[in-house]
């Protein structure tokens, strides 16, 4: 392939904090590159130095020719256009393919001037725009921010049409799995390179790592071997200084030939130190493996205490409207103690308002839901404008006692945030930041139920998988929306969909229920299950109102009877 453009020895540093340090690599004509890392490693900045709006402190970026057109993405989904300049020449072009690029009706300059497009569809405006350039690489700055499942999908499709080079930096790790085929890694201000797509990096990642440590293992007890060796030579070196060392006398004179002997072994053994200590240098000075670097945890500590009975939500005919608008009607379903539950749905099918039902924020239009009454609920939302902004991260939480004080601070040292910045008024921190005060605050709770709504936004890829192992070990609820299709399919075995106006439930993770309704077969594995769930369901109620019935009762023998043939038909079914 043509190399397009090529970064060589870049450094940059802000202050007395570096960013990147000798940073090289070649991009050529087609490679589509992951650009992954910690937030604040250094990502955004390495792309804007290639853009040319930050200049590097050292080092050079060559385009291949000097006049390679470069479409950039920010890091924002708040796009407009300027109205004075774009929308003057060239706005038929763009508009067109701002519709053939995936939006659903054809816009009109009207209302690109009106503001009136939602962040969606702005995006895909910022993209078509980008597209008509006609660029030979891509610089794409967290594209899928906020996009549903379908707009994730959409922008797959397009990027795998798309003939030129693309670098994405990106945390959403199906969206990486699509779409490159090469991953750069910024870490401790170094770019390592690696093949294939995310799921292939991390394989190779934590396979280097394994090596490293059994390398570095190995080095250390060749080292204390060498050390123990050269620690005897000592020894045995001194004591042979001691005895030729001892003053002459007339008893001594016929020892003579023992002493000089004695000279010669303390000699002997001085050299075989120096040379095992050189020899030791020289070989960590060539082929040193340095101790495997530990990835910095990111703790999250759940409690529950696991007494509630197996369902704790049902819902039967539930509606859900809003005047003439209608969500969701005649839907029944349940939900179970200690349940993963992905909640899926397009764009105002009426998830959150479904969540908002069930922290009774909402009210049934019709229909019930009901809710164990003794249920703890905790929900991380993605809004966090209801935090008093002139409080800091430590007096939100409210904790009493030294000992959960030490937790909290725990908890925000593994999650990055740093000691300063607790003291500081949460309307001086970031968004993420913002949503990790949130997130401690609840994991400073007890609870049965946990809802997550977009719990991976504004954290970065290390954080979302160290997140993913923690809540896999929650022995409660989990209910997540997430447009993370990557969180939900790895941590969710059980989905409610909303869809052609109802709410059901599926008894399959998210890959397996698209892959059946692909399929349209008329028998599933996911019906099948589904089966299985509502024969389970009734012989669990059967056997909590049989042991109340007495035995000669013909009401025992009917319920007998119906135990018997539904675990006949479930075994079938099996």
Known sequence: MTMILQVKQVNKSFGERDILKEISFDISNGEKIGLVGWNGAGKTTLMKIMMGSIEPDSGS??????SLK?????????????????LMEGSKDLLRAASELGLAKFITREEVSNDSLSGGERLKLALAKIWTQSPQLLCLDEPTNHMDMKGVNWLVSELSKFAGAAIIISHDRYFLDKTVSKIYEIEDCKLVE???NYTAYRQEKQRRHDQQTRDYGKQQRKIKLIEDQVANLKQWSEKAHREAG??????????????EFERVKAKKKDNQIKSKTKRLELELSKHKVEKPKEEVQVKFEFETDGKRGKRILEAKGLTKQFGERLLFEKSHFYVKHGERIGLIGKNGAGKTTFIKMLLEQESTSKGSLWKSASLKIAYLSQEVSDMPSNKTAMEYLELIGWERVSKARTIFANMGMQEEKLTKPLETLSLGEKTRVKLVHMIMQEYDVLILDEPTNHLDLPSREQMEATLSTFKGTLIVISHDRYFIEKLCDRLLVIENKRIKRVETGLQEYEESKKKGASSTVTETREKIAVLEARITELL???????????????MDEELLKLMRLKKELA
Not at 246 to 259: A, F, T, Y
Not at 544 to 558: A, H, L, N, P, Q
């Open 544 to 558: 909590g109102k049989i042991s109340m019935v007495d035995r000669d009762s013909d009401e025992y023998f009917t």
């Open 194 to 196: 690696y093949e294939g």
């Open 246 to 259: 001892k003053r002459d006398n007339p008893g001594e004179r016929k020892q003579m030939g023992l002493k």
């Open 70 to 86: 470069i479409g950039y993405l920010p890091q924002t989904t708040d796009y407009t256009l300027n109205k004075d300049e774009e």
């Open 61 to 66: 970026i060559t385009k291949f020719p000097a």
